[in-house]
């Protein structure tokens, strides 16, 4: 059996992740071992900055499994990482320290990337969005696809929001060539044909709320309107990606330039300010950090405002209080515009495969207009009547989940004190009725010291905040939510506030 060493080189596993490469390096005296029989490591991974204790079974030596490993993912992150890797075994051989790019640069920022993690939570925002900068491609459909006849496409727009849910997939009617639709399946092309029920053929989903998980294949027919996507950050990236990639005219405008560059590479054009897409672009959609952010990119200087017109619309889909809501749609609809609040239930991953589901209010022909965006960003639309209600669901599913993630780490640190296994009561609790993706994955990502990005913990501790001011304007006590932010709190201050929501584990347990 090969004994493995800090400073080898290796292909690690963790918790639904692929083997990545990675590196053995110094533990960090803050991420704790887990207890139990299981001996481990502490692995740096190559192309995210990330470090997690991995169980050594769970460990190759990398030159020995190259071959095995190095051609099993092909996404362009795990490309970078094997570059880095790489580069940085050369070095070694050549007598040089081992140091990729990725470190190289960490080096000029802020120290050595094989730093304790502690360390590493105080990195400008500069530094976090760099690890989260790379998203996996979406399989796309053979080209064969089947669609509508020369006679349904003449149909409005709108008309032809509500064809698309009421007709048949199996219908094998030619392509038109006036009109050529981007047809778009998130599935394998050996997907079953499957007809839609009739509980979902109608684009108002108030009126066809169901309770299905299981995904339906769907094609999305571009409109013909251009789009404008304001906002490039952890979510929107992959949201502008998914309308560019399902055929839509999309423009695109972010503060940092740089962030534009994956999105125009795959099809899109570039904006020199919000208001120079509004003037291009026939819908706008936002996604930007917080009240202020949208404040800013809507009022200020060059801002939305500046560009706005008799029928555009603009649909904000960052997470924003009612107040601000409000405020934004009154200045949109004063120039003549048209105002859709559509904040999303969903983080990193769904975004990046189009699962999101959008929580949609205010103005219903924009909500009609926007029918085949939603489709290539999200897995379903609920359309919640007048401004604010999207705004209030979205506050009290965060505020859930981040209350349930506070008691997460609490149990988990409770069991750690308790001389517990923690992986068997992860296990434990997997097996049981609390069984969900969010004990799945976070728990996973807390024992292992994995936090990469999916949901900033600072975005989580907006949220329990804007939940908490509902709840302070209707007198409705929320207890443990309170207690809870104050926990997100806490460990912003630590320094983990661009690092994943599950880092509220350091400050349970401190």
């Known amino acids: ?98 140091t990729s790019s990725e470190e190289e640069e960490s080096e000029d920022e802020n120290g050595s990337d094989d730093e304790p993690l502690s360390k590493h939570a105080k990195i400008t925002s500069k530094k976090a969005e760099k690890t989260t900068k790379s998203t996996p491609k979406r399989r796309k459909q053979p080209k064969k696809q089947n669609y509508p006849s020369r006679e349904q496409l003449t149909l409005h727009h709108h008309d032809l929001s509500h064809y698309l849910l009421t007709r048949s997939l199996e219908n094998n009617t030619p392509q038109n060539a006036a009109h050529k639709p981007s047809s778009y399946n998130r599935f394998s092309s050996d997907t079953p044909d499957i007809k839609l029920p009739s509980s979902r053929r109608s684009p108002d989903t108030t009126a066809d709320a169901d309770s299905t998980t299981q995904y339906i294949p769907r094609e999305v027919m571009a409109t013909d309107k251009k789009i404008g996507f304001i906002g490039l950050g952890i979510m929107g990236s992959s949201m502008a990606r998914n309308l560019v990639e399902t055929g839509h005219d999309v423009t695109v405008w972010n503060r940092t330039q740089d962030k534009c560059t994956s999105v125009i ?61 409000k405020e934004i749609a009154e200045a949109i609809c004063m120039r003549g515009g048209r105002y859709l609040e559509a904040p999303v239930n969903g983080s990193k991953k769904e975004a990046e495969h189009g699962q999101l589901v ?28 007048e401004l604010g209600n999207g705004a209030k669901n979205k506050m009290i599913m965060s505020m859930m989940m981040g209350s349930f993630m506070a008691s997460i780490s609490e149990s988990l640190s409770l069991a750690e004190k308790a001389g517990l296994d923690q992986y068997t009561l992860l296990e434990i609790l997997n097996m049981g009725a609390l069984s969900c993706p969010l004990v799945k994955s976070k728990g996973a990502a807390v024992l292992e010291g994995h936090f990469p990005a999916n949901f900033p913990l600072r975005h989580m501790q907006k949220d329990l905040r804007l939940g908490l001011q509902i709840g302070e304007e209707l007198e409705q006590p929320l207890h443990i939510a309170g207690a809870s932010n104050e926990l997100y709190k806490r460990s912003k201050a630590m320094g983990y506030g661009d690092r994943d929501m599950a880092c509220v584990y350091r400050a349970v347990n401190a």
């Open 265 to 325: 590479k795959a099809g899109a054009k570039q904006g020199s300010s919000p208001a120079d897409v509004v003037q291009q672009c026939d819908i706008i959609f936002s996604c930007v950090a917080d009240p202020n952010a949208v404040r800013d990119i809507v009022i200020g200087n060059y801002g939305v405002l500046q560009g706005m017109s008799s029928g555009k619309g603009f649909v904000d889909m960052s997470t924003i209080d009612v107040d601000t809501v």
């Open 1 to 98: 059996m090969t004994t493995l060493k800090v400073g080898d080189f290796v292909w690690a596993k963790m918790t639904g992740y692929p083997y990545w490469p990675g590196k053995i390096v110094e533990e960090d005296k803050d991420v704790k071992k887990p207890k139990g029989k299981s001996e481990m490591h502490y692995v740096r991974f190559y192309g995210t900055g990330d470090h997690a204790w991995t169980k050594v079974e769970l460990i190759k030596p990398y030159e020995e499994n190259k071959e095995t490993f190095s051609v099993a993912n092909k996404r362009p992150n795990f490309i970078d990482a094997v570059k880095e890797i790489e580069h940085a075994s050369e070095r070694r051989g050549k007598g040089i320290p081992d």
């Open 358 to 385: 959008i929580l949609a209010a205010g103005d219903r022909s924009l909500y009609m207009d926007c029918y085949s965006s939603f489709e290539a960003m999200g897995k379903k639309t609920f359309f919640l009547g």
